[in-house]
């Protein structure tokens, strides 16, 4: 297949777009890299059947040739990196979405957004099914990231339903792994750099709000199963194994083995108190779910990050 990724030189772009070309297909990896990195595409970028465009999908995209499948990955995704691009994050979602939606319709390529938990907002409902509607501050900071996402949603389906386009929405839940970056403000590559440098961890809130956090092999292996159905309706990709983050500071300071102690800072205004992902659909439609246990990949990452106690 020949395959534009956009978003491609990000954190989960890139463990895709290396996937796709281990699966032989050709890859156009399209990236403003305001987020992002070049080198996270290093192992690929000489590949003969993988291209690099720098470019905003926000603005018009032109694409030579035919195309099978366009993947929707642009966007900031951590909540410090896109309350530090509002604008460009809404345009994203929006134009960006719409953009990426024309281009897939006038070359009758298939499509896949890539949406996200985010879209439960502060979930009144827990587990989170797919069939829950969510609760969301449609005003509030974290808005930017999750209005988008859900605009996102209602025009792909849109797309699906005037022009059957052949789309699929994903969910993606608290992933991590290689390649997060070490300044993106997340809760992992926040708590294993301070781990390792021996600095206090910081802990927002009393801890007591949970996530479920996917390992990104897993989460991957979750996006090409949804490629190859053709359901159209939004699909959670998650691990259902929940955590406070009181317990996730101290799985990490135990598996550093690190001096840190806990700290505690104020909790970001609508931080989600919950958050796990119901996975039957997955589990139903795509014989899907995540293979790999929280310690493990924390170990993973924690090696990637040993390596790169300088970078930012
Ligand atoms: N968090 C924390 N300390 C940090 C970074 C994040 O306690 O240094 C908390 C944050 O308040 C949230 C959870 O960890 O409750 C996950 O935050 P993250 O930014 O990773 O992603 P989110 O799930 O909120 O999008």
Redesign the pocket.
């Known amino acids: 297949m020949r395959v534009l990724v956009t978003g491609g030189a990000g954190f989960l772009g890139s463990h895709l777009c290396e996937r796709l070309v281990e699966e032989g297909d050709e890859i156009i990896c399209m990236d403003n890299l305001i987020t992002s990195d070049l080198s996270n595409v290093s192992s690929v970028k000489d590949e003969g059947k993988f291209t690099f465009i720098k470019h905003d999908v926000s603005e018009k995209i032109k694409i030579e040739g035919d195309l099978d499948f366009v993947l929707h990955f642009a966007s900031p995704?951590?909540?410090?990196d896109y309350l530090n691009h509002p604008i460009k994050t809404l345009k994203v979602g929006s134009l960006g979405t719409h953009n990426t939606l024309g281009l897939a319709k006038a070359k009758d390529a298939k499509y896949l957004l890539a949406s996200t938990?985010?879209v439960y907002g502060d979930p009144l409902k827990h587990p989170q099914k797919e069939s829950y509607w969510g609760n969301v501050n449609p005003v509030g900071p974290?808005c930017v990231y999750d209005e988008s996402k859900r605009f996102a949603e209602a025009l792909t389906m849109a797309y699906h339903r005037k022009h059957g386009l052949d789309t699929r929405i994903v969910r993606i839940f608290?992933t991590y792994g290689p390649r997060m970056r070490k300044g993106d403000?997340?809760?992992?590559p926040?708590?294993i750099n301070?781990a390792l440098s021996n600095q206090q961890?910081?802990?927002?809130?009393d801890?007591s709000?949970t996530?479920s956090f996917n390992y990104v092999d897993d989460e991957v292996e979750g996006f090409l199963s949804l490629m190859k159905t053709d359901y159209p309706l939004p699909l959670n990709i998650g691990n259902p194994v929940e955590k406070t983050?009181l317990e996730?500071?101290e799985i990490i300071i135990e598996l550093t083995d690190s001096e840190s102690k806990i700290g505690y800072?104020k909790?970001?205004e609508d931080?989600?108190k919950t958050?796990c992902p119901d996975i039957s659909l997955a589990e139903e439609t795509l014989g899907w779910r995540p293979k790999t246990d929280l310690r493990e990949g924390l170990v993973k990452t924690i090696d990637y990050f040993k390596g790169r106690l300088d970078s930012k």
């Open positions: 995704a951590s909540p410090v938990s985010e974290r608290n403000g997340r809760v992992i926040n708590f301070q961890l910081t802990v927002y809130g801890g709000q996530r983050i996730l500071a800072e909790l970001p931080d989600p958050r």
